[in-house]
């Protein structure tokens, strides 16, 4: 069975790349360690490049965090945010419609919490 990494997490996914790379270079063949592992033959060949083509070395293999903007609501306020809507009609929030669509919500966050979010961002 091949896998292509999705499934792990990024410290599980580093420890295989850079174990990897270490058994080749330790002179086992690229195919077979990077099988053991249940990757696809090519994909070592695609680290050993970054490897080598870096100067940083096997730093350059390391997880690094992810880009992007930071979310709008803590953590906290979305946790409320859920705690209005689930199990609920939105014409208990003082909404006129029965149902919750991504701009009733929207238009409850910015009452209650005086943040603007986009469609967008309230479906997330």
């Given at each position: 069975?091949?896998?292509?990494?999705?499934?792990?997490?990024?410290?599980?996914?580093?420890?295989?790349?850079?174990?990897?790379?270490?058994?080749?270079?330790?002179?086992?063949?690229?195919?077979?360690a990077v099988f053991s592992y249940g990757f696809?033959?090519?994909?070592?060949?695609?680290?050993?490049?970054?490897?080598?083509?870096?100067?940083?070395?096997?730093?350059?293999?390391?997880?690094?965090?992810?880009?992007?903007?930071?979310?709008?609501?803590?953590?906290?306020?979305?946790?409320?945010?859920?705690?209005?809507?689930?199990?609920?009609?939105?014409?208990?929030?003082?909404?006129?419609?029965?149902?919750?669509?991504?701009?009733?919500?929207?238009?409850?966050i910015e009452q209650k919490l005086a943040v603007?979010?986009?469609?967008?961002?309230?479906?997330?």
């Amino acid at each position: 069975m091949q896998r292509n990494g999705r499934g792990f997490d990024r410290g599980t996914l580093e420890t295989i790349r850079l174990t990897a790379v270490e058994r080749v270079r330790e002179g086992e063949r690229a195919s077979s360690a990077v099988f053991s592992y249940g990757f696809n033959r090519t994909t070592i060949y695609k680290w050993l490049a970054v490897v080598s083509a870096s100067g940083k070395g096997l730093n350059s293999l390391r997880s690094r965090p992810s880009t992007g903007r930071p979310r709008t609501l803590t953590s906290r306020q979305e946790k409320q945010v859920f705690a209005w809507v689930n199990g609920k009609d939105a014409r208990q929030c003082g909404l006129d419609f029965g149902l919750w669509t991504r701009a009733a919500i929207a238009s409850l966050i910015e009452q209650k919490l005086a943040v603007h979010l986009g469609l967008t961002s309230v479906g997330e």
